[in-house]
């Protein structure tokens, strides 16, 4: 089976910058597609950044283009989410998946279509 670890998270003042990293066990990670996706209380999981296999494209919603960057290191079986200029609105859960047969931009902002999922990093902005 596939694990997915997170870390990282914590808390940091407006402005501040955070790396969290996802770690996976158990199955061939350079085939899966990851994702990034995050979770308020009393919200929906709402998509953050996504990337297709390794060599493929990457994506990142509205609301953190420009300040968010994923990128992933085969080697050692990690997807990272490097997180400028923070706000408060992000706070909040931070989950990492996996979805080891879809490799389309819009399936990968679609939480259903990921097969993995980690146990989730809180982040917390203050202002």
């Known amino acids: 089976q596939v694990q997915l670890v997170e870390s990282g998270g914590g808390l940091v003042q407006a402005g501040g910058s955070l790396r969290l990293s996802c770690e996976a066990s158990?199955?061939?990670?350079?085939?899966?597609?990851m994702g990034w996706f995050r979770q308020a209380p009393g919200k929906e999981r709402e998509f953050v950044a996504a990337?297709?296999?390794?060599?493929?494209?990457?994506y990142v919603a509205d609301s953190v283009k420009g300040r968010f960057t994923i990128s992933r290191d085969n080697a050692r079986n990690t997807v990272y989410l490097q997180m400028n200029t923070l706000k408060p609105e992000d706070t909040a859960v931070y989950y990492c998946?996996?979805?080891?047969?879809?490799?389309?931009?819009?399936?990968?902002?679609?939480?259903?279509?990921?097969?993995?999922w980690g146990q989730g990093t809180q982040v917390t902005v203050s202002s």
């Open positions: 998946a996996g979805a080891a047969h879809v490799n389309s931009g819009s399936y990968l902002r679609d939480p259903l279509r990921y097969d993995y």
């Open positions: 990337m297709k296999r390794s060599g493929g494209s990457t």
């Open positions: 158990g199955r061939t990670f350079s085939g899966y597609a």
